[in-house]
């Protein structure tokens, strides 16, 4: 069974900051991987979605990166600004078993004070 | 821009009684999908629909959840008596492509207050 883990769970940062977000992933077999934002009480706003056969995928300040092989995934904030303030999650879809069914993390809480 | 819309926002009930969440997904979309998340943990499938029949479900989707697809748009889920671990955020989601490339796009989500 996929378990897909973020780290860390939550993170406070000053205005400007570069960051990195994690997400891994047990079974590498996976077909590809989403990144998503929430805002409180609100739905998930999808960021990133990086195929299987992909390294990485660039949307204006963001990043992501996918290392299959390792099972890992990073989400790169460039210059981070106070409405970057989210929870961010990663959604991995297995390649095998015929379930197309996304398996999610928990997330990381993200933090931007001006 | 296309979107995942959902009514209503906020819902509240009392338990055993039924609640039907209704959701309108993307028009061209194929493959429509339920998840929740309660208070402060993870999002959670729930169940997937295409071709106008269930393709998968969890075991969270007992004989108390139904889903439909009336009128070709619309999307609901229904709770046939609700409990008190019901209350939780819904959300309705939606993709074009069939299988596994698809990019899931998700509704704001209903909130479920059982009392």
């Known amino acids: 069974k996929q378990e897909v883990t973020q780290i860390p769970a939550a993170l406070s940062v000053p205005e400007g900051e570069n960051l990195v977000l994690n997400c891994s992933f047990t079974?590498?077999?996976?077909?590809?991987l989403q990144w998503f934002r929430q805002d409180p009480g609100k739905g998930l706003t999808s960021l990133l979605l990086?195929?299987?056969?992909?390294r990485e995928q660039t949307s204006g300040r963001l990043n992501a990166s996918l290392d299959k092989s390792s099972g890992r995934s990073t989400l790169y904030i460039a210059a981070s600004q106070p409405g970057d303030s989210a929870t961010y999650l990663c959604?991995?879809?297995?390649?095998?078993?015929?379930?197309?069914?996304?398996?999610f993390g928990r997330g990381t809480s993200l933090i931007v004070h001006p | 821009e296309p979107e995942v819309t959902q009514t209503p926002s906020h819902q509240v009930t009392q338990m055993g009684q039924e609640v039907i969440l209704r959701c309108v997904p993307i028009?061209?979309?194929?493959?429509f999908y339920w998840y929740r998340q309660i208070l402060g943990q993870k999002v959670e499938f729930l169940v997937s629909?295409?071709?106008?029949?269930?393709?998968?479900k969890s075991e969270i989707f007992d004989d108390q959840f139904s889903v439909e697809r009336p009128d070709g748009s619309n999307f609901t889920l229904k709770i046939r008596s609700t409990k008190l671990e019901d209350s939780a955020m819904y959300f309705c989601?939606?993709?074009?492509?069939?299988?596994?490339?698809?990019?899931?796009?998700f509704g704001e989500g209903s909130r479920l207050t059982v009392l």
């Open positions: 079974d590498s077999a996976i077909y590809n």
């Open positions: 959604a991995v879809r297995m390649e095998s078993g015929g379930s197309y069914i996304p398996t």
């Open positions: 989601a939606s993709t074009r492509l069939a299988g596994r490339t698809g990019e899931l796009f």
């Open positions: 028009s061209n979309h194929l493959y």
């Open positions: 990086i195929q299987s056969s992909q």
């Open positions: 629909f295409y071709n106008n029949e269930i393709s998968e």
